[in-house]
């Protein structure tokens, strides 16, 4: 789960971080006045969860307070990269001396948190990783023990920091790496740490996010979860207790198992097919599962066929089998479907399902043979079924919930 910058430097401010003056405004008239509070030059930001803000015209410096509100005005009323802008954050201008690029994410080679800095970072920090890859400095740190004083010491001197900041620059790290543990984040940025002209650091941008499979932790963070930054049918999927990935492809797969749904989606593209999405309805799949990983996948319009892949290990083939067709008598879908079914009572549960006239088959091979087949046999067009379904109740409006997946 993603933070907001605003939400993101409020958690550094709580542990220390020292970050700019400023607040959060939903309206134009809103920064204005918060503008007239920082009484000089502030800077707008749009709120929004995707990288190239300020090449998008969603970052701006007014000059007072007037400005402020004409600026604003344009950046609620913007889009970037199809993601609306509900809020701006107004911070105080700051004189900026030198940049530094500083984080802390999950090097999964080495099995360790690595804390990351560059003098030569700031905005373009992608362009330093692919060019000057040498002017990134890493340093890992055991979780056993935490980051000790002289890493932050080593970074330091390793980027060139005048000497006079390490101290301060010992403290900010130290305090990212409270919060990056603390918080269960997978990454903890700020980009750029900015040494000013008073010869202060300060975190002028703070983006964090926060491993799903710890937010029964963090019911605070949790409740910061923008859903426009997401795609409905991953928030409906939540809801139910399912694992659902929106791909690019045409083939729905329904599958128990995280390990399974992956070789599932494997063997899909081995036979020339192209899964539309990753799904794991999990262990004990109730018709209120089947039924609700159903319409999510056949609220995607580039669905044209189905193909499930469930392994009944603990939950009875036959009781699955059931589930699904309570499931299909409930969502009435009108593409086809295959079904794979393996483990305790496989037998009576296919023969239910073939009765019901439905494409079964007891090899995955197999299963992802017909449906790539039944691909090529589906009509070029077809009315989704139930799409609103999947539309959260309060969401707010979106055009478009493509979800930008890059870590920047």
Known sequence: MKLHEYQSKLIFAKYGIPIPKGRVAATAQEARHIAEELGGRVVIKSQVLVGGRGKAGGIKLAKNPEEAEQLATQILEMEIKSLPVRKVLVDEAAAIESEIYFSITNDRAKKKPVMIAS?????????????????IIQIHIDP??????????????????PRDHWKEFGRIAQALWQIYHETDA??????????????????LDGK?????????RHPDLAEMRDLDE????????RKYGLSYI?????????VNGAGLAMTSMDIVKLFGGEPANFLDIGGGASHEKVAAAMRIILSDPN???????????????DEVARGILAAMDEVKPKIPMVVRLVGTNAEEGRKLLADAKMITAETLADAAKKAVAAVGKTASTRIPVMQESVVPVGAPPAKNHQKNRSVR
């Open 230 to 237: 997401e795609a409905p049918e991953e928030t409906t999927a």
């Open 208 to 216: 964090m996010i926060i491993d799903d499979n710890a937010l029964f």
């Open 119 to 135: 003098s030569a970072g700031g905005i373009e920090i992608e362009e330093v990783a692919a060019q000057t890859p040498e002017k």
């Open 144 to 161: 056993l023990l935490g980051l000790r004083d002289y890493q932050a010491r080593d970074l330091a001197a390793s980027i060139d920091l």
């Open 186 to 203: 997978t990454l903890a940025e700020i980009n750029p740490l900015v040494i000013t002209k008073e010869k202060k650091l300060l975190a």
């Open 303 to 317: 669905v044209r066929a189905i193909l499930l892949n469930i392994f009944g290990g603990i939950t009875r083939c």
């Open 246 to 254: 929106k791909l690019d492809g045409n083939i729905g797969c329904m």
